[in-house]
T-cell receptor
Framework: DVKVTQSSRYLVKRTGEKVFLECVQDMDHENMFWYRQDPGLGLRLIYFSYDVKMKEKGDIPEGYSVSREKKERFSLILESASTNQTSMYLC??????????FGPGTRLTVL | EDKVVQSPLSLVVHEGDTVTLNCSYEVTNFRSLLWYKQEKKAPTFLFMLTSSGIEKKSGRLSSILDKKELFSILNITATQTGDSAIYLCAVGIVNTGFQKLVFGTGTRLLVSP
């Protein structure tokens, strides 16, 4: 079974703080993704990575950056958190094809 | 702009009812259509469809794709309270050389006892 884990289920941060969300997968997948999920908007792609040190912007990259130093780990960074980044963040990974495997999500609240 | 639309947005049914969830799409470079079930945690994969008219089935759930009319349906028969979840439809596309998923907003299903 593919396992995708995320470092925190719930996180509360203050405006302006730097926030790190970590994602780890154990199936040697090349591709990893970060989404945010908001009511009425569905899942929207923030960034993805197709290999170590490689990254591509998704549909809503503004205010975020990512890091992929090892194949199994993909980090999402909020350089200066803002209240409009309060959301559920989902990480996913895949090898070939389109099926993506998701982590349990991190619910981030920015006060 | 690539777009996936699900309907209804939410639905309440009684245990034992049959439900049909809809997903329509307008995308370039279609590759596949996927259904996921999301309870209070990670979305879990249900089906992937690539060919029109071929039904995929798993227990009480089934799904079919119509690539001419650009839609898919997910059927759940004899619903149970454990079917209560958000059902997500996603379309796999190739964009700038990369495979991605475009998601609909989901259908929230509540099955009451």
């Amino acid at each position: 079974d593919v396992k995708v884990t995320q470092s925190s289920r719930y996180l509360v941060k203050r405006t302006g703080e730097k926030v790190f969300l970590e994602c780890v997968q154990d199936m040697d997948h090349e591709n990893m993704f970060w989404y945010r999920q908001d009511p009425g908007l569905g899942l929207r792609l923030i960034y993805f990575s197709y290999d170590v040190k490689m990254k591509e912007k998704g549909d809503i990259p503004e205010g975020y950056s990512v890091s992929r130093e090892k194949k199994e780990r993909f980090s999402l960074i909020l350089e200066s958190a803002s209240t409009n980044q309060t959301s559920m963040y989902l990480c996913a990974s895949k090898r070939d094809g389109n099926e993506q495997f998701f982590g349990p999500g991190t619910r981030l609240t920015v006060l | 702009e690539d777009k996936v639309v699900q309907s209804p947005l939410s639905l309440v049914v009684h245990e034992g009812d049959t439900v049909t969830l809809n997903c329509s799409y307008e995308v370039t470079n279609f590759r596949s259509l996927l259904w996921y079930k999301q309870e209070k945690k990670a979305p879990t994969f249900l089906f992937m469809l690539t060919s029109s008219g071929i039904e995929k089935k798993s227990g009480r759930l089934s799904s079919i794709l119509d690539k001419k009319e650009l839609f898919s349906i997910l059927n759940i028969t004899a619903t149970q309270t454990g079917d209560s979840a958000i059902y997500l439809c996603a379309v796999g596309i190739v964009n700038t050389g990369f495979q991605k998923l475009v998601f609909g907003t989901g259908t929230r299903l509540l099955v009451s006892p």
